[in-house]
């Protein structure tokens, strides 16, 4: 009899479960209230499910059409949520920071990247002075200076990594790229060795990050958790050698961003413990990782796939080429004459944007288009309620950089990069590295695509299938 239990208990648990989920429904605290049109979807996996196979766009495609263009209603990753859609909404989010709305992150996301003492901790305060703090040192002003060496950097990689090929598979090179160039300028790592003692595990980090949180030997998650640990172990071994430096050699100015993370204080003249550089370290490399990898790739795929846009690009940048020594770096002034390629490069984070959208959490209750948003539920504002929305961007998928001239799209309809106070603070070096990046492709090879038409999937970030093989055919000197 007992072994049969195993059988049995499901077919009594799966009625009773539903049972109460429909008791909980009609009794709950929440059912008087005019809640936003939607579903629920399953009992514990909510629509999990439909996210995960129709994919981010179409799932709020469909949801709009079905049940309201300005707010809907769904559960994911275990939490009531309401998905705000179409320019208003995302006004209304990124407007009401800090009054009806704070910062949320998955339980799960935490867990893999921070130390286990933050996990549960508030993090408010510590977040208040990392985001002045990386507004400080990502604002134009402060970037300027990193100009030469993104681009020595981009040089010596299209001479290792391309130039022996003729064909190159453009997604792990630009990640090899984006990892490089963050170890260069956040911690002025350049050997190797030591770049790899960061990317192996940051790698297990990235790739299981989103996956489904079970934490079991061998799953996603679990290597996300144990590359987690390993590069904060990593992290506090660099930082507190060079706490020691700055000490042996009286330093106070910062020579990269960790250096500039020891010297700064907070209002009461603390500094930061090494734990939180190593948490805003982390931070900064998830954000930048994966997003600006994945800018960068769909850039290229788009010179390759469009020929008249790449001729346009292609006249620009060798303007830009012909006016320096053959041996002299970009400067800021060559950065602002690339007027027509950062157009090439914003329609393409209009069509194919890197990050998804964003969560936050409620601190009050409030009414939002006539319905009722619960305290502690879960909001989420997306790139895809206005980036592909025919009344914002006519021809939604056509690819044409005009629509970003004169005043361009209207305000809160591009958002690859948010809006209001928690907008990316990295939105300046994104662009700087992409336009960097272009620049070195463009003036050294013409593309062509290796498979016509790759499709584009879902990781973290919209990746092309194959990883983008392209065909490299240097220019003629
Ligand atoms: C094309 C590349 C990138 C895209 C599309 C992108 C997009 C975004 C988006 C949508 C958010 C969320 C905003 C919100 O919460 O509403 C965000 C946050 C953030 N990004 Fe980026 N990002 C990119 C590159 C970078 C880079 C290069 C860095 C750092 C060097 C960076 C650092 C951050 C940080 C620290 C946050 C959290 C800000 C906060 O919570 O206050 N990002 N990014």
Redesign the pocket.
Known sequence: MESFLPYVLPLFLLPLSLYLVSFLRKTGPTESKNLPPGSNGWPMLGENMEFALSGPQQFVKERMQKYSPEVFRTSLLGEKMAVFCGAQGNKF??TNENKLLT?WWPQSMKKALLFPEFIESNLKEV?AL??SF?HDI?KPEALKQYIPAMDSLARQHLDSDWLPNTVVKVFPLSKKYTFEL?CKL?LSLVDQEDIKKLSDPFTLVTNGMFSVPIDFPGTAYNGAIKGGKMVREELMRIITERRKEIVMNNETEGRDLLSKMLLVRDEDGNFMSEMEISNNII??LV??FE??S??VTAVMNYLAGLPHIYREVFKEQMEIAKSKGPNELLTWEDIEKMKYSWNVARES?RLT????????ETITEFTYAGFTVPKGWKTF?T?HSTHKNPKYFPEPEKFDPKRFEGTGPAPYTF?????????????E???L??LVFMHNVVTRFKLEKAIPNEKIVFHA?PTPAHGLPVHLHPHEK
């Not at 958002?415 to 939105?427: N, S």
Request: proline share 10%; hydrophobic share 40%.
């Open positions: 989010l990124f910062s977040s990392k985001r990386h990502l963050a956040f931070g900064l954000a930048s997003t600006t994945s800018a984070l944007p890197p990050a998804q959208g964003a969560f936050r504002w790139v958002v690859p990069f948010g809006g209001g106070p928690r907008m990316c603070p990295g939105k070096y994104a662009r590295e992409v970030s």
